[in-house]
C-alpha cells in the first residue's frame, strides 16, 4: 500500500481551522497534489473558513507548493475567509520574500499569533 503524503493534522483552535503539515519535505508532484486534496477538503467543509497553514514541520517545499498556496487563497477569498500562514522556517521564508508572497499572504510566527483576531466564520 502506497502511503500518502504529505500527512496533514487538522484541529479547530477558536474561530480557525488550523492545518498543520506533518512531512519535513513536500517536493513531489504526488505530494503537491495529497496535500491539495487535504486542504481542499477543509475548505470545502465550510461556506467561510478562517484556515490557518501551520508549516512548522516544513524544511524543503517545492515551486509547485507556493502556486497551490496561491490557488488556495483565491477559494478561500471567494467565499469570503482568511488564509494564514505560519510556522515559516527561515530558509522559506527567505523564498517568499524573494518572490513578494510575503505581500500577498498573512505570515505569522506561530498558531497562536495566526489565530488571534479572526472574525467569527459563516
Same mark, same amino acid.
Not at 481551522?17 to 496535500?35: F, G, H, N, S
Not at 478562517?50 to 477569498?77: C, E, H, Q
Given at each position: 500500500?502506497? &502511503?500518502?503524503? $504529505?500527512?496533514?493534522?487538522?484541529?479547530?483552535?477558536?474561530?480557525? %481551522?488550523?492545518?498543520? *503539515? %506533518?512531512?519535513?519535505? /513536500?517536493? &513531489?508532484?504526488?505530494?503537491?497534489?495529497?496535500?491539495?486534496?487535504? /486542504?481542499? @477538503?477543509?475548505?470545502?467543509?465550510? &461556506?467561510?473558513?478562517?484556515?490557518? #497553514?501551520?508549516?512548522?514541520?516544513?524544511?524543503? *517545499?517545492s515551486s509547485s507548493v507556493l502556486g497551490l498556496l496561491i490557488r488556495v487563497s483565491r477559494k478561500i477569498a471567494?467565499?469570503?475567509? @482568511? *488564509?494564514? #500562514?505560519?510556522?515559516?522556517? $527561515?530558509? /522559506?521564508? &527567505?523564498?517568499?520574500?524573494?518572490?513578494? *508572497?510575503?505581500?500577498?499572504?498573512? /505570515?505569522?510566527?506561530?498558531?497562536? @499569533?495566526? %489565530?488571534?483576531?479572526? @472574525?467569527? $466564520?459563516?
Amino acid at each position: 500500500m502506497v &502511503e500518502l503524503k $504529505p500527512r496533514v493534522s487538522v484541529q479547530y483552535v477558536d474561530k480557525a %481551522t488550523v492545518v498543520t *503539515l %506533518t512531512d519535513e519535505k /513536500i517536493l &513531489e508532484d504526488m505530494d503537491v497534489q495529497a496535500l491539495k486534496g487535504s /486542504i481542499d @477538503s477543509v475548505v470545502e467543509q465550510a &461556506e467561510r473558513v478562517n484556515l490557518v #497553514l501551520d508549516f512548522r514541520n516544513v524544511r524543503f *517545499l517545492s515551486s509547485s507548493v507556493l502556486g497551490l498556496l496561491i490557488r488556495v487563497s483565491r477559494k478561500i477569498a471567494e467565499r469570503k475567509g @482568511s *488564509l494564514r #500562514l505560519c510556522g515559516i522556517h $527561515p530558509k /522559506i521564508y &527567505e523564498i517568499f520574500k524573494i518572490t513578494r *508572497l510575503t505581500k500577498v499572504f498573512d /505570515i505569522y510566527e506561530d498558531v497562536g @499569533s495566526a %489565530t488571534k483576531n479572526l @472574525s467569527e $466564520p459563516g
